[in-house]
């Protein structure tokens, strides 16, 4: 099986993460640095907007990834 697919989207100041709800225990995490990673829950947790996991996150000043992690 495939994990998930998800999806950034820029809103304003924020980005919009998203992933299906069927994709049960996977969590979202993220890290500012790829090179030697430090991968975080996510916070806050996601709320179902229209069948999909949803997270709003603030844009900063830093780059910032992120995964789903099961």
Known sequence: ???P???LVPFGANVIL???TNAVGFTLQSTTNL???DWITNSPAP???NGQ???TNPISGN???FRLSQ
Request: avoid cysteine.
């Open 18 to 20: 998203t992933w299906p």
């Open 53 to 55: 996991n949803t997270v």
């Open 63 to 65: 780059q910032q990834f």
């Open 5 to 7: 697919f998800l999806t």
């Open 47 to 49: 709320v179902v907007v």
């Open 35 to 37: 090179v030697s990673p």
């Open 1 to 3: 099986s495939f994990p």
